[in-house]
């Protein structure tokens, strides 16, 4: 039987990287888009099909999609910044890009979706909990998951968006902190958070591409952690880890102080007031969803299980 051809947006990214990798092992020989030409990022020798492509360029997302059967959308601005800031690219493109597919004839759609869709919560998150976005980041993703899923029925597309949790792994930003020296935290880490290893996040949107799986849901793993949870098991099996919790206040404060001299970096960061009230919302997903339906089980079922599996596999921390 011959494998479907995936579409790969944000391939170069943390979890996009990830998703590249598996695809482009399992011998699927994946279509990856980059917005700029590859230089020193390991993507470059996947066995992979790249194509130039930007999401705010629909002539050149038009390319990307020839002889595509399944997109596995992942490209975006992960910033916490205004809602004007985000829409071009979050919104606007992900829309040129669902009806490029369309055009296409392309038969599902995947995209990488936020639990930052909700807002801070006592009880377990499961497919029926209202949406609520704190935060402009979760109000954007919430009304691009809504206009592409009426964009998908209306053309007949299996579309699924997936509510990616705290995604964690050797490339993100936590473990290049600690390899850097020192991680700051915006907050004591007292709330429960839901979490999930890079490489399962990417199972499931691939499984979620090969099976046409349609719907929207929260993801995680099986066990919801606090934030201090998650940092004890990283000093567990990594002793010099240097962490600096910041009271909330004070993190705001000094990211409040911050925002003003941001539009003179050159890339966005995080370090925002918005990520800051992220860190200190709960929001915790029931275990199981998702995984079940596609017929899974997580190759890390809890921080336990994840967190000394990056620390083994990060050169220079393990």
Aim: proline share 7%; charged share 20%.
């Amino acid at each position: 039987m011959k494998k479907p051809k995936f579409l790969v947006t944000g391939a170069t990214g943390f979890i996009g990287h990830e998703v590249s990798r598996q695809l482009a092992a399992q011998g699927y020989r994946p279509k990856l888009m980059i917005r700029k030409p590859l230089q020193q990022v390991s993507i470059r020798d996947f066995d992979a099909d790249f194509v130039a492509g930007n999401l705010r360029n629909p002539e050149s997302l038009t390319r990307a999609v020839e002889g595509v059967d399944c997109v596995l959308h992942l490209g975006a601005r992960a910033t916490f910044e205004s809602y004007n800031t985000l829409k071009p690219v979050i919104l606007d493109g992900s829309l040129a890009l669902m009806k490029a597919a369309i055009e296409a004839g392309v038969k599902s759609f995947v995209y990488s979706s936020s639990l930052l869709v909700y807002g801070d919560l006592s009880d377990k998150v499961d497919g029926n909990t209202p949406a609520n976005p704190l935060l402009d980041y979760g109000r954007v993703k919430l009304d691009t998951e809504k206009t592409l899923t009426q964009m998908a029925t209306s053309a007949g597309i299996n579309f699924a968006a997936l509510r990616l949790p705290h995604v964690y792994g050797p490339m993100d930003l936590y473990f290049q902190q600690l390899r850097n020296g020192r991680l700051i935290l915006p907050g004591l880490g007292r709330n429960t958070f839901t979490h999930l290893h890079v490489a399962d996040a990417a199972r499931l949107l691939i499984t979620s591409g090969e099976q046409g799986y349609a719907s929207i849901s929260p993801v995680g793993d099986n066990m919801p952690a606090t934030w201090a949870e998650f940092l004890d098991v990283v000093k567990l099996h990594y002793p010099n880890a240097r962490v600096l919790a910041l009271p909330q206040w004070l993190a705001l404060a000094t990211t409040t102080a911050l925002t003003p001299f941001r539009r003179f970096r050159p890339y966005p960061g995080l370090e925002t007031p918005g990520a800051v009230r992220t860190y200190n919302c709960s929001i915790a997903v029931k275990p199981g969803l998702v995984w079940e339906e596609l017929g899974l089980k997580p190759l890390f079922p809890t921080i336990y299980e994840g967190v000394p599996a990056v620390i083994n596999q990060y050169v220079g921390l393990g």
